[in-house]
């Protein structure tokens, strides 16, 4: 869907037919493995943290991330267990204490500590969670993009994202020629390596909206901005005067996409998750089961992967909108949409056989950058003409200059 709408705003910035595009599977299937993949000066990425992952409880499963130094400190705090810092010790009585407790015990006490647990297939199903969401809002004249070489030339997209899924998106933006910004809060610092894999294309700087100064920063780059894009959990920016509504009445011609884990209706809907707690919840984890009973998970992050280049489409498909009538959008997607998507409404895969198998050797290339030589995953979005890889490197996660460039 990225590679056809980036092909379709492409045509229509030139006015010339849609080029042709082509799939290459193996290159899909390495793109959503590239976390994995990655390798920085020859050593793979750091990966789940010793207190993420699945743990037995009294009556069940749960599943806990703990991979940022703040969710893991909450998590602790939790369940009553003091940091040691000594990993190996600190795991025996982890498992010890959530195995005495019940499984949604376990969730609902964490979560109102602010920290991430999820029992296995106890989410509430939301309402007929949309795959993608998108409203024509505010009226504005048309805002013609000139004739590009890249679909996404001189756009400009603020991307307030973290994780895999959103910055999935704002890559693959970046790859098409947007001039991606990230912007960050200084005292949420994001996971070197992570940054490494998802910042490709990107630049990043650090903004405290809190802080009046910044915030006059962020004011001007917003009023500049094409795309904002967001991937905290619905409610969380409201404060800082982020609402799509807002936005929109102030700036009638944006693109406001939104990214949230649980879907945007129902008793979850503002709860904060990761892909691996959505697999969890929504039963995924328990379809991939071992024999003896353990949730498993599915072979990629394909809830943050599929989401993030579903959200790049429906935001390279508004500009194409946009192009022609004027007027901003408003896009929603979440992981819980995705997960729905893939249990409910596509065909299984056939079995795969040795025939299947795929060599990722041919869809990696290596990259210098500030974190070291990066060997990493090409894009898989193409068409007649695609850029084949990045512009540049990520850069070092918050040194940018917070301007457009």
């Not at 192009?323 to 896009?331: D, I, P």
């Amino acid at each position: 869907m990225a590679s056809l709408a980036a092909a379709e705003l492409l045509a229509l910035r030139n006015r010339v037919p849609v080029p042709a595009v082509r799939l290459d599977e193996a290159a899909v299937a390495t793109a959503f493995l590239s976390e994995r993949h990655l390798r920085i000066d020859g050593r793979a990425a750091t990966s789940f943290a010793p207190l993420s992952g699945f743990w037995q409880a009294a009556d069940g499963w749960v599943r806990t991330h703990a991979n940022y130094p703040h969710h893991r400190a909450r998590l602790l705090s939790a369940l009553g267990i003091a940091d040691t810092g000594r990993d190996q010790t600190l795991v025996g009585a982890f498992s010890k204490e959530l195995a005495s407790r019940p499984a949604t015990e376990v969730q609902e006490t964490v979560y109102a500590a602010g920290g991430l647990a999820v029992a296995v297939a106890s989410a509430p199903a939301a309402a007929g969670p949309a795959l993608v969401s998108t409203r024509d809002a505010g009226q504005s004249s048309p805002r013609p993009l000139l004739p590009a070489s890249v679909p996404a030339q001189d756009v400009r997209v603020l991307d307030l994202t973290r994780v895999i899924a959103g910055p999935v998106a704002t890559r693959t933006l970046a790859l098409l020629g947007a001039d991606v910004l990230r912007v960050d809060a200084p005292q949420l610092p994001e996971d070197a390596d992570a940054h490494a894999d998802t910042g490709m294309g990107k630049r990043s700087t650090l903004l405290d909206l809190d802080s009046p100064g910044d915030r006059q920063v962020f004011e001007d780059l917003l009023s500049q901005a094409d795309v904002v894009v967001t991937g905290y959990r619905p409610g969380a920016l409201d404060r800082h005067g982020l609402r799509p509504e807002m936005l929109l009445d102030r700036y009638p011609g944006l693109v406001v996409a939104q990214l949230c884990a649980w879907g945007w209706s129902g008793p979850w809907a503002d709860r904060r998750g990761f892909d691996s707690l959505v697999q969890a919840g929504t039963g995924i984890a328990a379809i991939e089961a071992t024999a003896d009973g353990r949730p498993g998970a599915l072979p990629a992050q394909a809830l943050d992967h599929g989401t993030g280049y579903l959200l790049a489409a429906a935001v390279l498909r508004a500009l194409s909108d946009r192009q022609a009538t004027g007027g901003g959008r408003h896009l929603r997607l979440s992981l819980a949409g995705t997960a729905s998507w893939l249990l409910h409404d596509i065909r299984p895969a056939p079995t795969q056989t040795e025939a299947d198998t795929y060599d990722p050797n041919s869809w990696l290339a290596e990259t210098a950058s500030p974190y070291g030589l990066l060997r990493h995953a090409l894009p898989p979005v193409h068409y007649n003409g695609a850029p084949a890889n990045w512009a540049h490197a990520p850069t070092q996660w918050g040194t940018d200059l917070p301007n457009w460039a």
